[in-house]
């Protein structure tokens, strides 16, 4: 996470701002790739236009009755995030917290599903 924002009063004492200005939110695209070969399962490419260009990650995706396991393994580390089978969608990612529940998991999850046959 980004350090807090730090500013110089008159006086030359330091000011630290707690408050976290909420970031636009995310634009990107997503797509459904083959069945990963290793794991099995349906994965999901999603596209977040970063201010340093756009950023690819491949996210596993594992379906249960009450949600969407989105996961991934980076440099050993595993990371997951949930995104409920309810309305809006609410994913439980850090970024979605400051967004009202709409991160990049849940818009790209829900736009990814809407592609799908019923
Ligand atoms: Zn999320």
Not at 49 to 76: E, F, M, Q
Request: glycine content about 8%; aromatic content about 12%.
């Amino acid at each position: 996470m980004a350090p807090l924002p730090v500013y110089r009063r008159k006086d030359g004492s330091l000011r630290v701002n707690h408050r976290r200005i909420a970031k636009p939110e995310a634009h990107g695209g997503c797509k459904w790739l083959s069945d990963c070969p290793i794991f099995g399962g349906p994965r999901l490419s999603i596209t977040s236009n970063t201010k340093s260009g756009p950023v690819i990650r491949v996210y596993h995706v594992d379906a249960w009755p009450y949600g969407w396991n989105l996961w991934y393994v980076t440099r050993g580390r595993f990371v997951s995030y949930f995104v409920r089978r309810q309305s809006g969608f609410p994913c439980d990612c850090p970024d979605s917290r400051s967004r009202a529940g709409r991160c990049k998991h849940s818009r790209a999850l829900r736009a990814a599903l809407a592609t799908l046959p019923h």
